[in-house]
């Protein structure tokens, strides 16, 4: 079993829905990442977590530190929002990544 | 400037040859990083610089060879790889210590070797 799940794998959308990303974790933890990566391309940090909740713009991020989960929230999501989006967590001095999500928004 | 830079963007080398990737931040951070990241996989730590000194290898074989020359310049250099090596070469930063804080990636570096 992964330290770090994410769910559903992958996920379609159509332009203006409302998406939940999943992120449960097995090892404790100092912070948790959210991260961005469009196809082909680099990585974008999102947001870093260690409790509760963080909102930019259409991007919502909580966590429940007691339960070992997070979830990542898109509002009124657009085709610009496609790519893979990684949970990773923080343990001791290094990530453990996630296997990411692959989200498609079509118009 | 909250940017990681990394040059060149496509690499093709053969296994005999001899290159080296670039990253270079000027967000005054004193921790980098270099990742690997195969095809549909997450990143996969190499190595991390903290303050100018290496703090992490992660049992990387010395075909690849790190070089912090200062506190904005990281360089990985590449010596008779094998076409497994192939990869997508990410660079990142933060501000201290080893992942303490939020990370900045570059666009990385597209590597194939022949």
């Known amino acids: 079993k992964n330290e770090v799940e994410q769910s559903p794998q992958n996920l379609t959308a159509q332009e203006g829905e409302f998406i939940t990303i999943n992120c449960s974790y097995s090892?404790?933890?100092?912070?948790l990442h959210w991260l961005q990566q469009h196809p082909g391309g680099g990585i974008v940090s999102l947001f870093m977590?260690?409790?509760g909740k963080k909102k930019h713009g259409r991007l919502i991020a909580t966590i429940n530190i007691q339960e070992k989960h997070s979830s990542l929230h898109i509002t009124a999501s657009h085709p610009r929002d496609s790519a893979v989006y990684i949970c990773?967590?923080?343990?001791?001095?290094?990530?453990?990544f996630g296997t990411g999500t692959r989200l498609q928004v079509f118009p | 400037d909250t940017e990681v830079t990394q040059t060149p963007k496509h690499l093709v080398m053969g296994m005999t040859n001899k290159k080296s990737l670039k990253c270079e931040q000027h967000?005054?951070?004193?921790?980098m990083y270099w990742y690997k990241q195969k095809a549909k996989k997450p990143p996969e730590l190499m190595f991390v610089?903290?303050?100018?000194?290496?703090?992490i290898n992660e049992s990387v074989p010395s075909r690849f060879s790190p070089e912090c020359p200062n506190s904005s310049l990281l360089n990985l250099h590449l010596h008779a790889l094998q076409p497994e090596d192939s990869a997508l070469y990410l660079c990142?930063?933060?501000?201290?210590?080893?992942?303490?804080?939020?990370?900045?990636f570059g666009e990385g570096s597209r590597l194939t070797v022949l």
């Open positions: 090892v404790g933890i100092s912070a």
């Open positions: 990773a967590v923080r343990d001791t001095d290094k990530l453990i």
């Open positions: 610089y903290s303050y100018e000194k290496l703090s």
């Open positions: 977590l260690s409790s």
């Open positions: 967000m005054g951070h004193r921790a």
């Open positions: 990142a930063s933060s501000e201290s210590g080893s992942h303490t804080g939020e990370l900045f």
